[in-house]
């Protein structure tokens, strides 16, 4: 894709349009009816200037053939209107899927994307005293692949889980515990707390004063009030544990977890700096900043309490001085935007984050037929639930496997739980983060395709054609020219696409891409596989070559979204 970039780019100087043409919008087509590459650069240059479309198009590609002709990885170039289709030599595409044979060089060689460059990863993000909800669960896979992604192309990669362990619905809760807590504490499992916090919604509907009970409570552990701290420290160890927990469940590792109340200390110095920066204005005693075009925001309450929005200022103060990041990216449900929208807007009045890029990356809800849930009115569906469901789909799967069913206990509990976890992160993961996506049972353990399990499955199958093979490694391959089949060529191409996706989903936030990708793959390989005999045949070098490319791209696609593959299913 580079190449092409600056081939077209040199083109577009030959022939002196630098000044028509911003940037280079390159798509690789999901239809081989447009190319292995595609770009409608001719279409915004006669936007620009008036000219025709098709004919702009005609003109660059003339350019274009004197200059790919040198470079020699492009077989063909097209128009279609306003459209430059490329065609990629199959000398080329060989050459793609070999590098995926070799992981350790791919990988080295990916590496080198953001050399120098770090981010910080803000994600899962769960809040003390409430068990882990379906809601954070998109937060944490999609916040785990974005930093899978951003690690396999070089960055320096910090993960900083931002847990919620500070803020009212902590008075909230020391008002519940001390009123209906029927015991200490540290007894008390984290379902009960829930409880608690949700008893205390419903009173407080009743009974408004319960409300201002619960402010004064925060203001008192924010003042340092001795009860107050010791029962808030004995709900943070608590939920704690239970995150750890559902973290090594789902085979999730956050680098930092620092959460809320680590910036305690730093949160007068960013009002101060507000105030002296004359970002703030005194509204009813309490300290607010106002925007031409959003609602006012709070920085502190008029009882000198802070906010969730403080703590986020002061959080990327702390960031900027500790690591230096070029990016930070806040996996956070869409809930949010105008806190985000805020957030970054006065950060950037702060003269904070001129120079870096900060990114919201909103996703949707995951619903189930009924409709939203919310910890509040006690309706939520935890994590635990589902997790329980999936493995129980997972099971009656299994027991569908003839290859399965002969495993000895240990490894078919280990196929078991893969396919669990990996189906629902999977189903999470395929979709646009941004979307919200329905919960459906069939579709997550479906071995037909779209799911997870159907891409593990196929990985599986791919790895057993490579264990029956005397095959081994083959390095510059050939293809046997003239003989490569629809087939194969279909696969080729899904193959050498591999590497623009990982850099296009890291570029746009996007883990679909991947998980879009691993099913074209695998569906491709399940046709070539129908189709073509491997094992045997005189072809089969070239076939367990294919087959081992496309093991490989399933092996690094499924591990970059956090899947684990499964080589017996
Ligand atoms: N704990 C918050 C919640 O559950 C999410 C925190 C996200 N990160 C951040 N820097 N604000 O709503």
Redesign the pocket.
Known sequence: MKQLREDILQAIKNLGMETEVEEIPIERPNDPRFGDYSTNIAMTAAKKTGKNAPMLAGKIKNELELIVDKTNFIEKIETAGGFINFYLKTEYLVKKAEELNYQMEFANRMGKYGRGKTVVV?YS???IAKPFGIG?LRSTDIGQAIYNLYKFLGWKTIGDN???DWGTQFGKLIVAIKKWGEKPVEKMSIDDLEKLYVKFHQEAEKNPKLGDEGREWFAKLEGKDEEAREIWQKCIDLSKKEFDRVYSLLGVKIDQTLGESFYEGMLEGVIDELGEKGITKKSQGATIIEFEDMPPAMVKKSNGTTT?LTR?LA?IHYRLNKWQPDLIV?E??AD?TL?FKQLFRISQKLGWTNKIRLVHVAHGLIRWPEGKFSTRKGDTIHLKEVIDKATEEAKRLAETSSVVKKLPVEEKEEVIKAVAIGGIKFSDLLADPRRDIIFDWEKIMSLEGDSGPYVQYTFARAKSVLEKTEVREQKNIEAPSGQINDDEIKLLKELAKFEDKIVEAAERFSPNVIAEHLIRVARTYNEFYAKNRIIGEKEEAWRVFLTHSSACCLETGLKLIGVTPVTRM
């Open positions: 803000d993000a769960p809040n954070h931002h847990i919620g969730y986020d959080t806040y956070v449900g949010q806190h």
